[in-house]
């Protein structure tokens, strides 16, 4: 494990409308404001698009993700990292619970999926932090890197 | 999408016991110490009530919620924000994955719901941002309304 | 319902590692800083371990957790709430979602699970409050308390 320690700076709620796409409109967000690191939630309403529900097979390299479609509106949960990638854009990185009728797919919200009515998000701004998404080559993922100040 | 910018305020612990439910419980305590605004997360054990699993048809006007009854002592995830509606009191949007023996349903709490056992919250107060749920004609339902101060 | 109010301290960002084991290396990392209350949330891969998904028997006290094995690597969202136990140590009481291909699995980790390639993890401290978990007879669970202070 690595760590690091920072503060809360600012804090945003967001109002998502009937087709705004996680997590791209909130990366783009969190670019125009300027927020490198931060922590998301989510509730509302989710309709389309795909989420990753795990690698195919656990142990091979690089994983190859699964994918399913989000077929009709969903209840959503969901809670997210945000940290810049090598270019420094902030990379949102939010898992959610996607529930309908009593079955729920739980995985990540990269691919991008869409808004069902409404959607809520709280983000949090952390200062004071050295983060980055760096890819890594076995797993050809951006895995989050934590720089430990004060060490060695 | 709209967004609009505050301030951590206060924090609270809460302690839900048996039988206490939620949302009601966590919106009357936000009313008694006057939290119009804030998030909070919900970790610990529910035994009934009932679950809104989404809309019955996606595309119908207003839509019309399927609920799921809770049977048994299920383990909770939630998370959700809290907002004024038109009459000035805290409402909470709080969406959850409530699991046993391995099922998970995902849903809005809105109906309510009985905490087994115990219930642990943190309830984040968020200030200095102005957001209400206002009753939408269409949807039917009271949705997040986000001031944006400093545009136009 | 018992409640306390505190405010935000310090917040750390945690990258865990391939095999780091959850709750267990939180905690660690909480008692070595010195955090004795916070609240955390985790965005990541779980590959193994056990899960709670709730008790045998709802009415049955003590109750008998029921455990699942985690097998395959999951995509995982959690909440915990940490809180120090009655030898002052930080306890995590910590649910999670855990998904793969399309199922989903929800309780709490307290058995231990094990983080498959990258786990993000923000821990948020908080201060001024007077909580603790304080074993129960009756249920056998070491379950929070909470001192409202100014009362009577």
């Given at each position: 494990?690595?760590?690091c320690?920072?503060?809360?700076?600012?804090v945003?709620?967001l109002?998502?409308?009937?087709g705004?796409?996680?997590?791209?409109?909130?990366?783009?967000f969190?670019?125009?404001?300027?927020?490198?690191?931060g922590?998301?939630?989510?509730?509302?309403?989710?309709?389309?698009?795909?989420?990753?529900?795990?690698?195919r097979?656990?142990?091979?390299?690089?994983?190859?993700?699964?994918?399913?479609?989000?077929?009709?509106?969903?209840e959503?949960?969901?809670?997210?990292v945000?940290?810049?990638?090598?270019?420094?854009?902030?990379?949102?990185?939010?898992?959610?619970?996607?529930?309908?009728?009593?079955?729920?797919?739980?995985?990540?919200?990269?691919?991008?999926?869409?808004?069902?009515?409404?959607?809520?998000?709280?983000?949090?701004?952390?200062?004071?932090v050295?983060?980055?998404?760096?890819?890594?080559?076995?797993?050809?993922?951006?895995?989050?890197?934590?720089?430990?100040?004060?060490?060695?």
């Amino acid at each position: 494990m690595k760590a690091c320690e920072g503060q809360i700076g600012r804090v945003f709620v967001l109002r998502l409308e009937d087709g705004d796409v996680v997590p791209g409109c909130i990366e783009r967000f969190a670019e125009e404001k300027g927020i490198s690191v931060g922590h998301a939630v989510l509730v509302g309403g989710i309709g389309g698009g795909e989420v990753v529900v795990g690698p195919r097979d656990s142990e091979e390299r690089p994983p190859q993700p699964m994918l399913l479609s989000v077929d009709g509106a969903h209840e959503v949960v969901g809670v997210g990292v945000l940290a810049p990638n090598e270019d420094g854009k902030p990379v949102l990185h939010i898992h959610a619970s996607l529930g309908r009728s009593g079955q729920t797919m739980t995985g990540c919200l990269r691919p991008g999926v869409t808004t069902w009515l409404v959607g809520e998000v709280i983000l949090y701004e952390i200062t004071g932090v050295d983060v980055a998404r760096v890819r890594d080559e076995e797993s050809g993922f951006e895995l989050l890197e934590v720089e430990e100040r004060g060490k060695d």
